[in-house]
Nanobody, 123 residues
Framework: VQLVESGGGSVQAGGSLRLSCAFS????????VAWFRQDLRGEREFVAA????????NYADSVKVRFTISRDNAKNAVWLQMTNLKPEDTAVYFC?????????????????WGQGTQVTVSS
């Protein structure tokens, strides 16, 4: 399994970005997928997750309402639509996949990780 993120960049506060995660490997539709982010403090925190079927989602309180996770199993892809971005959203965003429950927000649960994409929000 390989995951490749794209779509990061620099925006002003209040702006929007859409991150993409491309999955390579078998049986994409059996994997839950999540986004985590890591800021300069080095701690990787949970952002959002979507179930294998796409029917269920889970969000961190800090991004609820502002971010939307979605997937298309026919395209082996997951997206994270981010709106009303804030400076505190600045981080490297990672896509990850596992045969996990979307309420599992600890990094050790998630098996496969991309290299990350940088998101910078200026005030």
């Amino acid at each position: 399994v390989q995951l490749v993120e794209s779509g990061g960049g620099s925006v002003q506060a209040g702006g929007s970005l859409r991150l993409s995660c491309a999955f390579s490997g078998r049986s994409f539709s059996t994997y839950a997928v999540a986004w985590f982010r890591q800021d300069l403090r080095g701690e990787r925190e949970f952002v959002a997750a979507i179930s294998a079927s796409g029917a269920f989602t889970n969000y961190a309180d800090s991004v609820k309402v502002r971010f939307t996770i979605s997937r298309d199993n026919a395209k082996n892809a997951v997206w994270l639509q981010m709106t009303n971005l804030k400076p505190e959203d600045t981080a490297v965003y990672f896509c990850t996949a596992a045969h996990a429950v979307i309420t599992d927000i600890q990094t050790r649960v998630w098996d496969y990780w991309g290299q990350g994409t940088q998101v910078t929000v200026s005030s």
